[in-house]
């Protein structure tokens, strides 16, 4: 059974850092891997779709790597902002694709 | 292009009822999926829809059912709605498989 860790559950950094946010997967067999942003009480926002073949994506300040071998995605966010404070999860597609696994999340506080 | 549209955004209801959330998916989208949000589970896949037909479903008790339509919009329902039901329920819809899209949840309080 596929399992999704994130860590850490809580981070917090000043304004201007990088900061590598994690994610653990036990079943390398894996097919596509999404990382979402989650404000409080609201939706979840996609930020980056690495599909199975690819290594690693990216989206402005965002990078996202794969590495199904060690079981583990990466997260990397440049120039850290007060506006990306939010919950991020990673989250894993089944073999047919029609259902996500998530991790617990990474809450992430940046301070002005 | 209008997103995924979930309604109610919230309700509240007490133990023993039950209740319909509603999702509407982006347009072109056939695909939909309901998750459930907890503090403690944290988000787990309740089932999916594609052209009127489950395809998946989650490790959930018989109370939590839902169905889709010939337009694609979906419905979920919780029959003898427990306290633990409480939770934010997302819905999410893809055109192909392995991206989905979610909306902004319905927060459920069961009182």
């Known amino acids: 059974k596929q399992e999704v860790t994130q860590i850490p559950a809580a981070l917090s950094v000043p304004e201007g850092e990088n900061l590598v946010l994690n994610c653990s997967f036990t079943?390398?067999?894996?097919?596509?891997l999404q990382w979402f942003r989650q404000d409080p009480g609201k939706g979840l926002t996609s930020l980056l779709l690495?599909?199975?073949?690819?290594r690693e994506q990216t989206s402005g300040r965002l990078n996202a790597s794969l590495d199904k071998s060690s079981g583990r995605s990466t997260l990397y966010i440049a120039a850290s902002q007060p506006g990306d404070s939010a919950t991020y999860l990673c989250?894993?597609?089944?073999?047919?694709?029609?259902?996500?696994?998530f991790g617990k999340g990474t809450t992430l506080s940046v301070s002005s | 292009k209008a997103g995924v549209t979930q309604t109610p955004r919230y309700l509240i209801k007490t133990r023993g009822q039950q209740v319909t959330l509603s999702c509407s998916p982006i347009?072109?989208?056939?695909?939909v999926s309901w998750y459930q949000q907890t503090p403690g589970q944290g988000l787990q896949f309740l089932f999916e829809?594609?052209?009127?037909?489950?395809?998946n479903k989650g490790n959930f008790p018989g109370r939590f059912s839902g169905r889709q339509f010939s337009n694609s919009r979906s419905e979920m329902n919780v029959s003898t709605l427990e306290l633990g039901d409480s939770a934010l329920y997302l819905c999410?819809?893809?055109?192909?498989?392995?991206?989905?899209?979610f909306g902004p949840g319905t927060r459920l309080t069961v009182l």
């Open positions: 690495i599909q199975s073949s690819q």
């Open positions: 829809y594609f052209s009127e037909t489950q395809r």
């Open positions: 347009s072109g989208h056939r695909s």
């Open positions: 079943d390398s067999a894996i097919y596509n």
């Open positions: 999410a819809s893809s055109f192909s498989e392995n991206e989905q899209f």
């Open positions: 989250a894993i597609y089944n073999q047919a694709g029609t259902a996500l696994i």
